[in-house]
């Protein structure tokens, strides 16, 4: 086992993995020619002359979303449709020949504009579907692709991610399979955005297996290769009519375990491979009127934040402006409330006067954990580790983060944490993974002057990078009295499609 953890510990994110996950909540904006047929999927031949956003205002999407609490936003320059938001010299199908700004509008420049202007990140979505193109299916799709991809790498300044949608059915318009050339698509990105990563059907950032916005409870950036080739299968990301195809061809995307010690015995090579959580504030991914009503409540949306972001996965919130080109009073109001609760629940650390903590190793003193300024691993590996923070006064407090130095991988695989007021313990709540961040939120908060953190199984010694008793001054998310019963409802549809599937005879197992 020794070497086996050797093995598991000396995979470590590269550079653009780190950018990415150090952000890690960020926007996605799905505007373009179905925000004016009230579709989810254009067919590609709906006329330019359809998109005619009449007060496109950019500075308060992007604006909105920083108020949400997202680093960064990723547009939909091209959705499946085929349909371009910029000028581009490569189809007619695009902004020019639209009445926006009498054919001289262009929806990436303005969006990247105001990502400047408001300190945000700016990403693209480039559909590899396209229902218009001429050359869909053919070789030549690939160089007309790549011409796409370049304009959007080479005019807008930084690009911080390439989303890459997994989604094709292109059987629908009797077309054959495009091949996509992944390995150039890659290329391209890198060379000219050497620090942008590539998600979805990508090298950096796997998708996290749904769109309903569930992270793993235990989510592993070390998995095994093979996940890497499944986010390559066109259709993974599917919505298709009932989820049948997608079931059958990627059930080991939709794994639960992708990355236990018992999983990843059964084989060889490993991936830094972290997931994102993509889903929408609303039903759609499209804006459509009759959706105003329905936007995710203040809970479940900070529920998905604690879990993603705080469960050691990537946040992509979809947010979609109306056909005026703005988003609605609604969205606006239910992104102030989120980033506002996000701050107050996230920003406010009980301070610690004094700790009882391992000794540490030369160089990595707990000091500089607790000042925020550095990393801690003990001296010496053990079957737990211990950490008794006392508290300068007796405190309000409903949750801790944890934050793994992911330089040297992730290594916690369990741990337990205990408040108590004079000298009374109570345990308030135990967790499994932690890696980038973990958010770990006790039932209801509870007053306390020490806690006592214990690390209960780790790959050898845990790196820490941070360490916060976070005072309760926001509110912890309440769960819809539904929830129970979903969650009773996905465990019996995990059961009957994965459980029962015969993962013995994969061909990418070890054994
Ligand atoms: C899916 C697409 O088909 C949806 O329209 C949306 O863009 C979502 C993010 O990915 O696969």
Known sequence: ??????????????????????????????????????????????PPSVFNPTNVDTDQWVSALKDGG?????????????????????????????????GKGDIVKEVSESCKKFGMKFGVYLSPWDRNSEYYGTPKYNDFYIEQLTELLTRYGDIFCVWLDGACGSHLDGKAKQEYDFPR??????????????????PDVRWVGNEGGFARKSEWNVVPEFSFDLQNIADNSQQDTNG????????????????????????DSFIWYPAEVDVSIRPGWFYHKEQDKKIRSLDN??????????????????????????????????????????????????????????????????????EDAGTYTPEKENSSYEFILKLKNPEKIDKVLLVEDCDFSQRIESFEIYTSLNGQEQKAVSGTTVGFRRYALFKKAVTADTVRIVITACR???????????????RLPKLPWYTPVLRIGRKIVDYIYF???????????KK
């Open 1 to 46: 086992m020794a070497d086996r953890l050797d093995l598991y510990t000396s995979v470590v994110p590269n550079e653009r993995q780190k950018l990415f996950c150090e952000s890690g909540y960020h926007a996605f904006i799905h505007f373009g020619m179905t925000t004016f047929t009230g579709k989810e999927w254009g067919d590609g031949k709906t």
């Open 301 to 370: 949306l900070l529920n998905i934040y604690y879990t993603s972001v705080g469960g050691n996965s990537l946040l992509l919130l979809n947010v979609p402006p109306n056909r005026e080109g703005k988003f609605t009073e609604f969205d606006v109001a239910r992104l102030k409330e989120l980033g506002e609760e996000i701050k107050k629940g996230t920003s406010y650390p009980a301070k610690i006067v004094s700790y009882n903590a391992p000794k540490a190793s030369e160089n990595f003193e707990f000091d500089k954990l607790i």
């Open 70 to 102: 997202a680093k960064g936003v990723i547009l939909t320059c091209k959705h499946h449709d085929g349909f371009c938001l910029w000028q581009t010299d490569t189809t007619e199908y695009s902004i020019k020949n639209s009445p926006y700004k009498n």
């Open 460 to 474: 050898k010694k845990p790196y820490l990078k941070e360490i916060k008793v976070l005072k309760a001054i926001g």
């Open 244 to 267: 049948e195809e997608m079931k059958r061809r990627c059930s080991d995307v939709l794994e639960q375990d992708l990355g236990s010690r018992e999983f990843l015995s059964k084989y």
């Open 499 to 509: 459980k029962t599937e015969d993962y013995k005879n994969k061909k990418h197992r």
């Open 185 to 202: 698509i890659y290329e391209t990105v890198y060379k000219y955005q050497p620090l942008c990563a590539i998600s979805n059907c990508g």
